[in-house]
Structure formats: structure tokens, C-alpha cells
């Protein structure tokens, strides 16, 4: 699905008074954080039925029927991983799963729009992101099941590492794409980061260096609606998308649970910085139906009004109805789905029973670019520890 260049003005429906509305409501709030209203933009309604858009359809122009199928597809095996993970941490074979159940389509909507040469900078719940990189299923899993410090090469699929310290990648996305500035590509940052990462001031400042630089960065905050147990509300008086302007960055809220209208926005705010716009910050309003991480217990902090209420938004039942509108969800092609989804999880179960230790050494390597006699030193040190126990540094 290539980027496509409409010819639309960039700063339609962006951050302005019809896009956001700042005027007090009747409470003297603005539009509340959390509210699934209106307020943003939705071209996949819950039951399915597409709601035209003039500013944003042509960037969807091209998402044909099959189109539609292949993200299908994502969602469905992507709950699947999810699933087979909290599986695998529940019986002892991983310590620790961040799940993301419910923004399935947050995250490949946005995915799924970049190109292979732009990087991504994620928190630790992209999983679904990580899947449309190309990461491989197995060293998915190495950092969760605490066999490395990392699972895959970043360079290999342009996306780095996880970030679980909330806020940092939005500095790592900003310098990369002042990076690529100044390099004179094209090539675009995004940084993917959770409502509760933006009371971090880490959040705030990657805006002011990005609004300042007019850096080709992309600021993707997933709004779930809970930071582990605090509410969004706690945290914003009005939705988190009004902030940015403050910065002098243009922002959007978006239905985060359909995968077509985020697909829309990542692509305009890309191609914006990819021709020298600057930054986008983008709202996508979804909801995290499991807890926060496995060691988490959701059903101490909400209801199960809230859940039921969010249920009937679920990416996967909308994009369903969507194609069985269309008479093109037949019964081969949900077989041939789950029959990959399946497929994908026997290999994430394998993958991460195959996991063998490390040597304990190991947790020197790759601290420094080059030798150092002080990291020798400690590494020496700690060779003679661990050959007081039985196995050595095994």
C-alpha cells in the first residue's frame, strides 16, 4: 500500500476549531480526554458501515478489497500472538507480557503506512507494530522471556528496541529525524507512546526540539484510557491532542479502534513530514481490554460496564462486518486467516521454548562500541564470581 499524494491542503482537519473544538463545554471543560465522540475522525463506524470523508478518503484511495482482506488478516493473527504470549507467561515460559488486546488497529494502521527505510521508536505494548516490521516471532519474544537484552538487530528492520523507561523514544524518534534532516533524506521518525507517557516531561520536550526543528517526526500517542490504574481524566482536563498546538504542533484525534481512519491520518502526517512540513501529533482513541502487563490485575481499578461499552468497538468485529458487507469475508477466507493465525502461534510457542540460556558473560556484550579496561576489569570480576558456583558462568 504505497503513500499516495491527493490534492488536498496538508493542514485540513488538523488541529483547528473544526477538527478539535477548544470552545468550554457546558461542565467548563473541553473535550474530555476519553470521550469516544465526534470529536475525531471515523471512517469505519462499529457496525461496519463506511462514513464518507472528503478530506481523508483519498488517502485510503487505494485500500481495495483485498487490501482490506490482508489487514484482516494482521488483526486476526496478531490477537493470536497476544494471546499465545499470555498463554506462555501464564504457564512459567515468559516472566513478564505487556498484551494489546483492543488496539490492533492503532497499531498496524499506522504500521502499515510507513515505508520500510522510515523508523520506528515504540513503547513496549507494539507488538503489532513489531509483527508488519518483519520482526521475527521468536526474538519477539527474548527480552520476555529474560534471555536478552534486546530481540532483534534495529538496523535489520528499521525499529528499535522497545523503550519500557515511558517517554524516552519520543527524544530517540525527534534526534533520529533531526538526523535525517540534516542528512537531507526523506526518510521519516515515529514514536509510539501511551496516554500516561504524556504527563512525562520527556513527551514535552521532543515537542519543543521537533516544533523547533521542523523535525520529519510523527508523534503517535495510543489513548487506551488507563495508565496501569490511573484513568486518562486524571491526567488531562481536555483531550491530550490540544497540547501539542502549544508546541506549534498540528494534531488530530482519530477513532484508534478503525484501522482505515488511522491508516488515513499516519499517511497525511507522513507525507507532511516527508516534504518538509514538520511534526504531527496524532490522538488515537482505543482501549486496552486486558491489563496493563501479566502482573496486573485490571478488575481492582474498572468495571465491567466500561469493558462491555468498548467491546462493541472491537477492531477486529468492525473490520468483519465491513467485509461481510461487501460479501467478501467468505468461509475459505476465514479458514485461510485463522489457519495462519494458527500457524504463527505454533511458531511463537516453539520459537520461545527453543530459548536457550545465555552464557552469563553475555551481559557484557555490546555495553560499549569498543573495548574498554574498565568494562574488562568488571568482566573479569565477574567471571570469578561466577565460578564460585557449580557450572561457572553457565
Not at 118 to 132: L, P
Not at 145 to 155: A, E, L
Amino acid at each position: 500500500m504505497s503513500t499516495i499524494q491527493p490534492e488536498t491542503s496538508l493542514s485540513n482537519h488538523l488541529h483547528d476549531e473544526r477538527a478539535i473544538p477548544t470552545e468550554p463545554m457546558v461542565d467548563g471543560t473541553s473535550v474530555p480526554p476519553g470521550e469516544a465522540s465526534a470529536d475525531f475522525l471515523q471512517l469505519l463506524t462499529p457496525d461496519g458501515h463506511r462514513t464518507p470523508n472528503a478530506d481523508y478518503d483519498p488517502w485510503v484511495a487505494d485500500v481495495d478489497v483485498a487490501s482490506l482482506v490482508r489487514l484482516y488478516e494482521d488483526h486476526v493473527v496478531v490477537r493470536r500472538i497476544d494471546t499465545e504470549a499470555m498463554h506462555l507467561q501464564r504457564q512459567g515460559q515468559l516472566g513478564l507480557w505487556a498484551p494489546l488486546l483492543g488496539q490492533e488497529a492503532a497499531q498496524i494502521g499506522s504500521a502499515r503506512s510507513l515505508r520500510s527505510d522510515d523508523f520506528v521508536f515504540s513503547s513496549y505494548r507494539e507488538n503489532a507494530v513489531a509483527y508488519c516490521r518483519g520482526v521475527d516471532f521468536t526474538d519477539l519474544m527474548r527480552v520476555w522471556r529474560g534471555n536478552s537484552h534486546s530481540g532483534w538487530d534495529p538496523y535489520e528492520i528499521n525499529m528499535a528496541i522497545p523503550s519500557v523507561i515511558i517517554g524516552t523514544q519520543a527524544l530517540h524518534a525527534t534526534g533520529y529525524a533531526m538526523g535525517c534532516q540534516f542528512d537531507g533524506g526523506d526518510q521519516v521518525a515515529i514514536a509510539y507512546f501511551g496516554d500516561g507517557a504524556t504527563s512525562q516531561g520527556d513527551i514535552s520536550e521532543a515537542m519543543v526540539f521537533a516544533a523547533r526543528f521542523q523535525a520529519p517526526v510523527v508523534f503517535f500517542c495510543q489513548n487506551n484510557q488507563w495508565a496501569i490504574s490511573e484513568p486518562v481524566e486524571r491526567q488531562a482536563r481536555i483531550a491530550i491532542a490540544n497540547r501539542a498546538p502549544g508546541f506549534g504542533i498540528p494534531s488530530i484525534r482519530v477513532d484508534g479502534n478503525d484501522v482505515l481512519a488511522v491508516m488515513a491520518v499516519t499517511r497525511r502526517a507522513i507525507e507532511r513530514a516527508r516534504t518538509g512540513g514538520g511534526p504531527t501529533f496524532i490522538e488515537a482513541v482505543t482501549y486496552r481490554m486486558g491489563p496493563h502487563t501479566t502482573s496486573d490485575d485490571p478488575t481492582r481499578y474498572r468495571n465491567q460496564e466500561e469493558l462491555d461499552e468498548w467491546s462493541v468497538k472491537d477492531p477486529i468485529k468492525r473490520l468483519e462486518a465491513h467485509l461481510s458487507s461487501m460479501d467478501a469475508l467468505t468461509d475459505e477466507v476465514r479458514a485461510e486467516v485463522q489457519a495462519k493465525a494458527d500457524s504463527v502461534a505454533a511458531e511463537v510457542r516453539a520459537g520461545t521454548l527453543g530459548l536457550t540460556d545465555p552464557d552469563g558473560l553475555s551481559i557484557f556484550d555490546h555495553v560499549l562500541s569498543s573495548e574498554s579496561s574498565w568494562l574488562e576489569r568488571q568482566k573479569s570480576q565477574y567471571s570469578a564470581y561466577l565460578d564460585m558456583f557449580e557450572g561457572g558462568a553457565r
